[in-house]
């Protein structure tokens, strides 16, 4: 570990809201271990009220139920995505995939955001849509300073039902990159430091074929 190399042992917890394990079973873990201090770090770089919000709002919660952790000092970081270590992790991983095209400097880079129903508040659309674009630009900025100026482009994944999500959507602008004869693209998924099985399974099955359709001939997407 990284902290290791720092000469800074600590103890590491994983918690999940939808899956083993569980925030609250890491939680009583940590009680059993007697931590005192703890840091809560997001798999989310950017913060969102459905996502970062929510996994914060549960732990708040546990902790208030328990003396023991009541009394516990937490430090939150509830974004990252302007940390360097980050952005020149994901321009390194994007520089590594786009080498694996023939003609690397034609591809278009398209970056796809996984959102919430929750987020379609009118401020919450603003704050989301701030986060992402500065994410993207900090990423591209990083990949022009090495000499790497691919054209790119953000778009937002996921939606569900009859209820207008963030614009534009991944599918639609797929379409519209292939009517502007771009033949060559590489996808982005940046929700997530791991991204789940629902975004995969749309963006590199159900996308991988659209943009086939659409006249993409060369496609590839990064996996984290």
């Known amino acids: 570990m990284a902290l290791d190399a720092k000469n800074l042992p600590v103890n590491a917890y994983v918690g999940m ?5 569980f925030t609250e079973e890491a939680v009583q873990q940590i009680q ?3 931590i005192t201090r703890l840091v809560v770090l997001p798999f989310y770089p950017k913060f969102s009220i459905s996502t970062t919000g929510s996994s914060i709002c549960v732990l708040e919660r546990i902790f208030r139920e328990g003396w ?7 430090s939150i970081i509830r974004s990252w995505y302007q940390r360097e270590g980050y952005i020149k992790s994901m321009a390194d991983l994007i520089q590594k995939e786009l080498e694996k095209f023939s003609n690397p400097e034609e591809v278009m880079i398209l970056f796809s955001a996984h959102v919430y129903q929750s987020v379609m508040l009118t401020m919450l659309v603003i704050h989301t849509k701030i986060r992402w674009r500065s994410a993207t630009y900090l990423i591209m900025q990083n990949l022009k300073d090495r000499g790497v100026g691919n054209d ?13 999500w963030l614009k534009p959507y991944t599918d639609e602008v797929l379409v519209e990159l292939g009517q502007r004869g771009v033949k060559s693209l ?4 940046v929700s997530f430091v791991s991204e ?4 995969l399974e749309e963006i590199d099955m159900e996308y991988w074929e659209l943009a086939l ?3 993409i001939q060369n496609w590839d997407v990064y996996l984290p």
Request: net charge positive; charged share 20%.
């Open 17 to 21: 809201r939808q899956w083993y394990l």
């Open 32 to 34: 059993r271990d007697r």
């Open 68 to 74: 023991y952790l009541s009394r516990m000092h937490v």
């Open 152 to 164: 790119h482009t953000l778009a937002y994944q996921s939606r569900v039902g009859p209820v207008q």
């Open 186 to 189: 590489l996808a982005i998924p």
């Open 196 to 199: 789940h099985i629902e975004t």
């Open 213 to 215: 359709k659409s006249g």
